[in-house]
T-cell receptor
Framework: AQTVTQSQPEMSVQEAETVTLSCTYDTSESDYYLFWYKQPPSRQMILVIRQEAYKQQNATENRFSVNFQKAAKSFSLKISDSQLGDAAMYFC??????????FGQGTRLTINP | DGGITQSPKYLFRKEGQNVTLSCEQNLNHDAMYWYRQDPGQGLRLIYYSQIVNDFQKGDIAEGYSVSREKKESFPLTVTSAQKNPTAFYLCASSLQIGPALGNTIYFGEGSWLTVV
């Protein structure tokens, strides 16, 4: 069974600084996708970034980028120039089959002004 | 606007009652999902459906039931057999073409269910 682990229950960062959220996953498949979702206080899940396992190049979306280490099964999220609106729960997720995502436990990110 | 609509946003259930959470999408997505989120936890899959009139159990299906009579609708019934139903419920959908592996899953705004 696939598993996703986020070892940091909480993180905090000063506004405008950079923060990295960690995620490791376990899979026996060679083809899979990885995602980071953001859940603000409204509780809606918002897609932040996605990475195809077959691509070596790390995905980037504006201030958000990932460090995908396939051999180590690591998928960290880097947020640059942190803004107050980035404060949220962040969930790492893995998708192997067409059917479902498996989520980590989440990391609560606080932005200090 | 295109999206996923869940209702009601807040629902209270008495012991022994069945309640139904609604989920409607106008994204023309084939696949739909129901997830449960407990406080401070990640999401766990309850049921999913890849096509009309077909659905599969997820990791925590006991005490829940679903139907998929229309492509755009995937209601979830929380039955009296679910002993601890208080949680936040999220409906989601994704486009399902070919292998569909990379199709992103999009979420609704969620529904809070509380047992009183």
């Amino acid at each position: 069974a696939q598993t996703v682990t986020q070892s940091q229950p909480e993180m905090s960062v000063q506004e405008a600084e950079t923060v990295t959220l960690s995620c490791t996953y376990d899979t026996s498949e060679s083809d899979y996708y990885l995602f980071w979702y953001k859940q603000p206080p409204s509780r809606q899940m918002i897609l932040v970034i996605r990475q195809e396992a077959y691509k070596q190049q790390n995905a980037t979306e504006n201030r958000f980028s990932v460090n995908f280490q396939k051999a180590a099964k690591s998928f960290s999220l880097k947020i640059s120039d942190s803004q107050l609106g980035d404060a949220a729960m962040y969930f790492c997720a893995s998708k192997q089959g067409a059917q479902k995502l498996v989520f980590g436990q989440g990391t609560r990110l606080t932005i200090n002004p | 606007d295109g999206g996923i609509t869940q209702s009601p946003k807040y629902l209270f259930r008495k012991e022994g009652q069945n309640v139904t959470l609604s989920c409607e999408q106008n994204l023309n997505h084939d696949a739909m999902y129901w997830y449960r989120q407990d406080p401070g936890q990640g999401l766990r899959l309850i049921y999913y459906s890849q096509i009309v009139n077909d659905f599969q159990k997820g990791d925590i299906a006991e005490g829940y039931s679903v139907s998929r009579e229309k492509k755009e609708s995937f209601p979830l019934t929380v039955t009296s057999a679910q002993k601890n139903p208080t949680a936040f419920y999220l409906c989601a959908s994704s486009l399902q073409i070919g292998p569909a592996l990379g199709n992103t899953i999009y979420f609704g705004e969620g529904s809070w269910l509380t047992v009183v």
